[in-house]
C-alpha cells in the first residue's frame, strides 16, 4: 500500500473512531448504568474499572492498570478490590448490557441498523489481537442479538483496539503514565477532568510536569511548547496508523456510508442527557 494509500485510510479509521466513540462511552455516564452497577454494590465512580475489565474476567488489578495504563495501581486495586468482593465478572457484564441497551433505546428508539451493523462486522473481522488485551478481551464476548447493543459492542471493539494501540504509541514515545496525561489533557483542553479521575497526587502530577519541561515538551508556565504540540500530533497520527487494518477490509464509500447511518445517532446521544456536558462540547 503506497504513503498515500495509509494516510488515506488512517483518516478513514479516524473518523469512523469519532462517530462511533460517543456512543460507547454512554457506559460510563448513563443514568441507567449507574444505577445498574450501583445496584450491584459497586461505588458509583469507582465502578469504571469493574465495568471496563469485567471481560477480562477477575485478573489480578495489577494488570488492569497496566491495560488501562494512565490509572494510578492503588485507584484499581481499591475500585477491584472493593467490587469482586460484594459481585463478579459476569453479574457485571449483564448488567452493563441491559443498561447500555435500556439507556441507548429510551434515547434511540429501535432504529434500522442491518446495513451499518454488516459493515461493523466486516470491520470488526478485521481487527487483530495480538499485543491489544482489552480488544482481545471484549472480542471474545459474543455479539449481542439486541442491534443498538451489537452496534455498541463494534463501537467499543473498535475504541478498545484503538486504545490498546495508543498505549503502544505512548510506550515508544517516552512517556510514562502522569506524563502522557499531562500532555493529552492539554493537548484536548481536559486536564481538570483527568487530574480529578486518575487517582495520582498533586506532587506526581507536578514532577511529571517537570520531567515535560526538561525534555522541552512544556513551557516554563506549563502550557504545551511547539515541540510538545508537535510530539502530541504525531501521537495521534501514529495511534491512527495502528488503527486501520480493521478498516482496510471495508470501501472508503462504506466508511463514509456507516458515517451517514450512525452520525444521526450520535447527534441524538450528544443532544440528550447520556453524557456529561464537558463529553458532548468535546466531540
Known sequence: MSSASDTDLSTLARRGWRV?????????FAPETTTAYTDLGLHRRRSY???RSAAMGKVEPRVV???????????VDKSLSE??????????????????SAALHRVLGDPDL???LAIMHRVCDGLGMHGRPLYAAHSALPWPEDDLLALWHAATLVREHR???????????????????VLGG?????????????????????????????????????????????VR??????????????????????????????????????????????ASAAR
Open 163 to 181: 486504545g490498546d494501540g495508543h498505549v503502544s504509541v505512548l510506550h515508544a514515545a517516552g512517556l510514562d503514565p502522569v506524563e502522557s496525561l
Open 83 to 100: 467490587a469482586w468482593a460484594v459481585t463478579d465478572p459476569d453479574q457485571v457484564l449483564k448488567a452493563r448490557h441491559d443498561a447500555v
Open 65 to 75: 492498570a497496566a491495560t488501562f495504563y494512565v490509572f494510578a495501581p492503588w485507584l
Open 49 to 51: 474499572f469493574a465495568a
Open 114 to 116: 442491518g446495513e451499518a
Open 233 to 278: 500530533r504525531q501521537i495521534e497520527q501514529d495511534t491512527d496508523a495502528l488503527a486501520v487494518e480493521g478498516w482496510a477490509r471495508v470501501s472508503a464509500a462504506d466508511c463514509g456510508r456507516l458515517r451517514d447511518l450512525v452520525a444521526p445517532l450520535r447527534d441524538l446521544v450528544l443532544a440528550s442527557d447520556l453524557l456529561p456536558d464537558w
Open 186 to 230: 492539554l493537548f484536548s483542553h481536559n486536564t481538570a477532568f483527568l487530574e480529578s479521575t486518575r487517582g495520582w497526587s498533586p506532587d506526581e502530577w507536578a514532577q511529571a510536569r517537570q520531567r515535560l519541561r526538561e525534555q522541552g515538551l512544556l513551557t516554563a508556565d506549563g502550557e504545551l511548547s511547539e515541540r510538545g504540540r508537535v
Open 20 to 28: 462511533l466513540e460517543p456512543i460507547h462511552i454512554v457506559d460510563y
